[in-house]
């Protein structure tokens, strides 16, 4: 009956035109893809470790890269956005490549936002950002994120095996922030019931996967679906408004340079908890995806047999800055379903730095 009244109530939903190559072994496409767009000098994008990687992936692409950019970083420092986008004209570059995970898509977003450069993304982590239309740039200590259809990328090929050098703790960390985009997605202000499927069919996944690929870490059957959780996380990302988790994940990362898989890894449980009575449909939801009775215990049951990180403690949060980060958290704030002050988020931060299971 709610399914039904909501349906009868109306909705927008807006489908975006990303071209998905998905499937192992998907990386041999990549140079049909290249040329199918039209790209003769391409600008490989990667992060320092990746850069190596990044050429041998990009090497099917019968020489059509026109250069290397490989100093890619956590949200996207707007002086690094700037030195690629000059490094792109001095090349000629008629488009992009990011291989790797959200930082490395992130900064290609930054490339196409300013210059309209087609934009290609191989994704090796579970960051789903290859399939919204949202950026975020880092100046002075200050994240700052927008939405742009420019950003979004005209090809996305998902190659589950090239996940599988990516180590179990940031595959359960890279899991989490995939999760934490679905989560959100299920009490979004504009919500709908496509977005509803989708969100809890990426829960289902993730969840049922992510402890396997911990196990093992090179089981491509649960890598897949863990690639596959992750592109339906990306998919709603795009579609709809996020809320409290991900306004204080993206200070805590722009503004104390946390990491940005593990800071979603510590805070989903703390903001799943304090929502929860505000949203009792979308956790109903997340907790039949889980297979168990309560939400936010099965994230933190998730979160414990995966050994994610529990506390900003750990991940180099230090006590004196949750005032300012408690602070900047109210300061625009994104829409949430349970109103908040200055206070419950100070305390909400405070059980997060500590790692306590004490619910809001």
């Known amino acids: ?25 998907a990386i041999r ?17 990667a992060t320092p470790e ?13 020489g059509r890269i026109g250069g290397v950019f490989s100093e890619a970083r956590m949200h996207v420092p707007a002086d690094v956005a700037a030195r690629a986008r000059a490094y792109a004209g001095e090349i000629g570059a008629d488009g992009a490549l990011a291989i790797g995970g959200g930082s490395t898509v992130g900064l290609g977003k930054a490339i196409a936002l300013e210059t309209g ?13 290859e399939m919204t239309t949202i950026y975020g740039l880092t100046e002075h200590a200050v994240k700052v994120t927008g939405r742009d259809e420019r950003v979004l990328p005209k090809t996305v090929v998902y190659d589950p095996a090239l996940t599988v050098s990516l180590s179990p703790a940031l595959s359960a960390s890279s899991g989490f922030n995939a999760i934490a ?57 795009g579609a709809v408004s996020m809320a409290l988790h991900h306004k204080l994940c993206h200070t805590l990362g722009g503004t104390f340079d946390l990491p940005h898989a ?64 408690a602070e900047l958290a109210v300061t625009v704030p994104y829409p949430n379903p349970r109103p908040f002050d200055r206070a419950e988020i100070r305390a909400l931060l405070e059980r997060a730095y500590g790692g306590s299971v004490v619910a809001a």
Request: hydrophobic share 50%; glycine share 8%.
């Open 181 to 237: 985009h679905a989560v959100e997605a299920l009490y979004a202000i504009d919500g709908n019931p496509i977005v509803t499927l989708m969100a809890e069919e990426s829960i289902r996944a993730l969840g049922g996967a992510l402890p396997l690929v911990v196990q093992a870490p090179h089981d491509l059957e649960a890598r897949s679906a863990c690639l596959y959780g992750a592109w339906l996380a990306g998919t709603v990302l």
């Open 117 to 129: 450069l087609p934009l290609v993304a191989v994704p090796t982590t579970y960051a789903g950002s």
């Open 29 to 45: 496409s990549l140079g049909d893809e290249i040329e199918r767009l039209g790209l003769e000098r391409v600008l490989v994008l």
């Open 1 to 25: 009956m709610v399914a039904n009244a909501r349906l009868a109530g109306g909705f927008t939903y807006v489908g975006r035109a990303t071209r998905v190559v998905f499937g192992i072994g």
């Open 50 to 62: 990746q850069r190596e990687t990044a050429l041998e992936i990009a090497s099917s692409m019968r």
């Open 262 to 325: 593990q800071t979603h890894a510590v805070v989903l449980p703390y903001v799943a908890a304090f929502n929860a009575p505000s949203v009792p449909e979308a956790m109903a939801r997340v907790a039949r995806a889980l297979g168990v009775a309560d939400a936010v215990e099965g994230l933190r049951t998730l979160s414990q047999a995966l050994d994610a990180p529990s506390s900003l403690r750990e991940i180099g949060m230090r006590a004196e800055d949750l005032d300012r980060a």
